[in-house]
Structures are given as structure tokens and as C-alpha cells.
């Protein structure tokens, strides 16, 4: 049989039916329980150290949407490959909200809003800030192997290359960014032995 679908006999007639756990209710709860247990929490985590919590809201939703529309496609291990779905929604909207800006910023030039004073103080992590000083590819592995907790195999899942390729790209970014690390505490310590001098 083709397709995984049984033949049955009916009153004179041979029709097929779709096996038990190809039924649309069973693969909602199937999925359900997926989303659940294994994706909501990891992916808001995931979304939320990249972006505000309305986006990352948004982009949940839509990642979501994109795994329940390509169920069969999910690997048995389904959350490094949901990491990469929610990489390129977050990308798209990102790229939403960049040209929204510009069009705000023409119409600012036209009509200027009023100042609004900056609440946010400065940053001092300095891990952070040496994050923010390395370039995209970098800073974003670093945050999946860190932040998400994820070996080579499951971050070569999520950016689509080799484990071995992220084995040798992981260890150039995080002596990169122990350099960054270096130059901004070696800078901190430098102003403060400036500060510190009498005359």
C-alpha cells in the first residue's frame, strides 16, 4: 500500500482512510504537545534576548505557525531546527521594522516630535558590550552556544552548516570576544588610573 493508507471494505465498495495518526485532530495534539513541552519557553527565551517583548511576541507566533504548516518536516530533535525558523522570521521582521523606521525618520525631518529624555542608563556589563563589539556571525553563535545551551550538531542545525564548521568558527568568536573583553576592562582600568592621578 502506497502512502501509508489502509483499504477497507465497505458495503461493496474498497475505499481507503487515512491512518490513525495521520488524522488532522491527532497531529494538532500531537503538535500541541510539542509546542508545550519542548518549543514555547526555549524559543520566547531565544527571542527575547534578541529583541524587544512585543516582537518577540510576534515572531513567536509566526515561528510557531511556520513549524505547525511544515509539521512533517520536523526533525526527531525539533528545537535546534525551530531555532533556525524563528532566526529568519525575526530577520524579516527586523528588516520590517528598519524600513518603518526610515519612513518615520522622513516624516520627522518634515515634522520633528518633540525631545523625549533617555531613561536608560549606562551598560556596564562588560560582557555585553564585547558581545555588541563582535561582528554578527560571532556574537550570534556565542548567544546559541551561552545563551541556548546548544553543542555544534544543534547550532550547525540552526545556522545550516557543518558541526565541524561551527567547532572551528565557535572557538575563533570566543577568542574574539575574550580580545573585546580584554581592551574594554583594560580601557576601564586605564581611565581609572587617569582619574585617580593628583597632578
Avoid at 490513525?20 to 531565544?46: C, G, K, T, Y
Avoid at 562588560?126 to 550570534?140: C, I, Q
Wanted: with cysteine.
Amino acid at each position: 500500500m502506497c502512502s501509508g493508507l489502509r483499504t477497507l471494505w465497505h458495503g461493496g465498495g474498497v475505499v481507503t482512510e487515512e491512518p490513525a495518526d495521520q488524522h488532522p485532530n491527532v497531529r494538532r495534539a500531537r503538535f500541541a504537545a510539542l509546542a508545550r513541552d519542548e518549543l514555547v519557553e526555549p524559543l520566547r527565551r531565544f527571542l527575547l534576548r534578541r529583541t524587544d517583548p512585543e516582537t518577540a511576541d510576534d515572531v513567536l507566533s509566526e515561528t510557531l505557525l511556520v513549524c505547525w504548516r511544515r509539521y512533517d518536516e520536523l526533525p526527531e530533535q525539533a528545537l535546534p531546527w525551530a531555532y533556525g525558523v524563528a532566526r529568519h522570521v525575526l530577520a524579516n521582521a527586523q528588516r520590517s521594522t528598519r524600513r518603518q523606521q526610515r519612513v518615520a525618520a522622513r516624516v520627522a525631518s518634515v515634522d520633528p516630535p518633540r525631545e523625549v529624555p533617555d531613561e536608560a542608563g549606562p551598560r556596564d556589563d562588560v560582557v555585553l558590550d564585547a558581545l555588541a563589539r563582535l561582528g554578527d556571525d560571532d556574537a550570534e553563535l556565542l548567544r546559541l552556544w551561552a545563551w541556548e545551551q546548544l553543542g555544534p550538531a544543534e547550532i550547525a542545525t540552526v545556522l545550516a552548516v557543518t558541526p565541524n564548521a561551527v567547532s572551528l568558527r565557535l572557538q575563533r568568536a570566543r577568542a574574539r570576544l575574550g580580545d573585546e573583553v580584554g581592551k574594554i576592562e583594560g580601557g576601564a582600568g586605564h581611565e581609572q588610573s587617569e582619574g585617580g592621578r593628583t597632578g
